[in-house]
């Protein structure tokens, strides 16, 4: 793989571990600002729905500019913005920081999806994608715990000067390694082509294969902390550990559905949809044993993660010509679907389900973007218009 690929992961890596690292600073936050720990955890939600709506502005906002200067341009801003965050003084000015933040981070990876794939030979598409996806699931294997330490022995405000410094690593990565002409860089697409290549069924219902199959991923891994200590009767202590090998499988996964996106694509986009949904299934059969549940962990979260690449390729060839825009939905459906998730698993248990319940919602979820994804290879098979004539 091409070392510019190298820089984007790393890139990558910083960015996803500024995603989610404030999850295990949430009491240290809460205690020091003054806020409920439901008020902090705000800063979350409020993020992912940053990145919803930020991602293809932005990126529609800077088309004109090089592909290099653009990412260079979201870097920057990214690592500025941990220092804003590190330097807030209140609830309220840490919340407008991340906000600020959040809004590069969809066209960051818009972009970096579209240059990944242009620096390597088409077959091999998938598996840059794969590499970019796994900075994201790599930052909650090492980046995540590694900041939640620093903040429980230094503050909170040190992990984000550390993520700060990751991004700043990650900048001068890209400025080394990255070319600056960038195959196929320079694209004249007007707005309106670019809105119109959204009604390509290659495009908007692969956007919906994401949502459908985030919501049931996160419909369960929103609440398994709780789903593992009371249905499992996992130790609380033991929690982390599987967290921590959910974040291997992601990264084996990403990897995986990327090389399996170079052999058949929508082949294996189904194969591995089906099998995640026979894992979902497993998972509520099985989940009052917490070895067995420890095994599912591992393939469910491969699978979770295995789809992307498969996903996101079939999105970027299918918007060849127009991709200022559909590339930064991708992040922007992720994201709805992480939100929608999270609310389908709370109304679940808020209506007396059970946690037993949201591995059923999850094949239910699962089954639906089967169905999509199944439709959408069918009408390209039948020669609805996938890419520009």
Not at 218 to 233: E, H, N, Q, R, W
Request: aromatic share 10%.
């Amino acid at each position: 793989m091409p070392l510019p690929i190298f820089a984007l992961f790393l890139a990558a890596f910083s960015i996803g571990t500024g995603e989610f690292v404030i999850a295990g600073l949430l009491p240290n936050v809460s205690t020091d600002l003054g806020v409920s720990i439901p008020a902090a955890g705000f800063l979350i939600t409020a993020y992912a729905i940053g990145v919803a709506a930020g991602g293809p502005i932005v990126t529609l906002l800077v088309s004109r500019l090089s592909r290099k200067l653009t990412l260079l341009l979201l870097i920057a801003a990214f690592t500025f913005g941990q220092a804003l965050c590190a330097l807030a003084p209140n609830y309220p000015l840490l919340m407008i920081a991340r906000l600020l933040v959040s809004i590069g981070h969809g066209a960051f990876f818009g972009v970096a999806a579209i240059i990944a794939t242009r620096l390597v030979a088409p077959e091999k598409a998938g598996s840059a994608m794969a590499l970019l996806l796994a900075g994201v699931t790599v930052a909650n294997i090492l980046g995540v715990p590694g900041g939640t330490a620093i903040g429980n022995a230094l503050g909170w405000r040190a992990t984000f000067w550390a993520v700060g410094l990751l991004g700043l690593c990650g900048l001068v990565a890209t400025f080394m390694l990255l070319p600056n002409d960038v195959p196929e860089e320079r694209h004249s697409a007007s707005f309106a082509s670019e809105f119109k290549v959204l009604a390509r069924p290659a495009i908007f219902m692969s956007l919906a294969v994401i949502v459908t199959a985030m919501i049931g991923q996160f419909a369960v891994f929103t609440y398994i902390a709780p789903f593992l200590i009371s249905i499992s009767g996992v130790p609380a202590e033991m929690v982390p550990w599987l967290l921590v090998l959910f974040g291997v499988g992601s990264t084996a996964g990403a990897l995986l559905g990327g090389r399996l996106a170079d052999w058949k694509l929508m082949p294996s986009l189904l194969g591995i949809l089906t099998a995640l949904a026979l894992v979902y299934a497993v998972m509520a059969i099985i989940s009052s044993s917490a070895i067995a549940m420890g095994v599912t962990i591992l393939f469910w979260a491969g699978l979770s993660f295995g789809f992307g690449a498969p996903v996101q390729t079939r999105i970027i060839r299918a918007a060849a010509d127009a991709p200022n825009l559909a590339s930064p939905l991708v992040p922007t459906a992720f994201n709805i679907g992480i939100a929608l998730g999270a609310s389908v698993g709370a109304a679940a248990l808020d209506h007396g389900w059970g946690y037993v319940s949201l591995p059923w919602i999850g094949c239910a979820a699962t089954l639906v973007a089967i169905g999509l994804a199944a439709w959408s290879w069918a009408m390209e098979v039948r020669g609805v218009e996938v890419v520009a004539a």
